[in-house]
């Protein structure tokens, strides 16, 4: 979804080495996520927010932070890269939903493929 | 927690044949599941949900079947084509988790023309 972008898209990095991973969005949501992607294990959830202020743990938070620096912009970043954490990484936003729905539809971003060596 | 797991991991059928995939779940406290479609290259895409008061949904060639008693869901893809060939993963929620998504491990779908 072009609302939800992701940079970089692809990335190779050194074991020890401090990386960002950012994303943006232009559809106005409150909420955003990030989650990593494992062959065989699916999409794991790092870290959410739901908004500004709220910044939460996920399943597998250990070796990441995040920031929300605005509305629109989620980083996370991996303080010091480890081989494991090679995957392919999403960003995603949602809105609170409205009119007595109890949960939100996710737009992800198109991924950042992260190798660390 | 929750924990879901779909089944299989693969799938291969030809074109105009059914498909169907299986999740299970553990938490009779979920009450709401959807199901992504993620093509090569791209993020997932929400494709069909169903929330606990339903039993059935359908959208086209799509269709998904929520058993609460037995804790698991399906989803069901009629008359495939080519372009239905991608990574489709289901997901549960529960209300009081917020917008919180479990996923289960993905089925890569292949339809052979």
């Known amino acids: 979804d072009a609302d939800v972008t992701q940079t970089p898209r692809n990335r190779i990095t050194k074991t020890g080495k401090r990386i960002m991973l950012e994303c943006s969005q232009t559809k106005g949501h409150d909420r955003m996520y990030w989650y990593r992607q494992d062959p065989g294990l699916g999409l794991r959830l790092i870290y959410y927010s739901f908004d500004v202020k709220d910044i939460n743990k996920g399943e597998i938070s250990d070796g990441y932070s995040v920031s929300r620096q605005a509305q629109a912009k989620f980083s996370l970043s991996l303080e010091s890269a480890i081989p494991n954490q090679t995957a392919l990484y999403f960003c995603?936003?949602?809105?609170?939903?409205?009119?007595?729905?109890?949960?939100?539809?996710?737009?992800f971003g198109p991924g950042t493929r992260l190798t660390v060596l | 927690g929750e924990n879901v797991e779909q089944h299989p991991s693969t799938l291969s059928v030809q074109e105009g044949d059914s498909a169907v995939i299986k999740c299970t779940y553990s938490d009779s406290a979920s009450n709401y599941f959807p199901w992504y479609k993620q093509e090569l290259g791209k993020g997932p895409q929400l494709i069909i949900d169903?929330?606990?008061?339903?039993g059935e949904k359908k959208d086209q060639r799509i269709a998904v079947t929520l058993n609460k008693t037995a804790k698991h869901f399906s989803l069901h893809i009629t008359e495939t084509q080519p372009e239905d060939s991608a990574v489709y993963f289901c997901?549960?929620?529960?209300?009081?988790?917020?917008?919180?998504?479990?996923f289960g491990q993905g089925t890569e779908l292949s339809v052979k023309p």
């Open positions: 995603a936003t949602s809105d609170p939903p409205g009119g007595g729905a109890y949960t939100d539809t996710q737009y």
């Open positions: 997901a549960a929620s529960m209300e009081n988790q917020g917008g919180k998504l479990i």
């Open positions: 169903i929330r606990s008061n339903v």
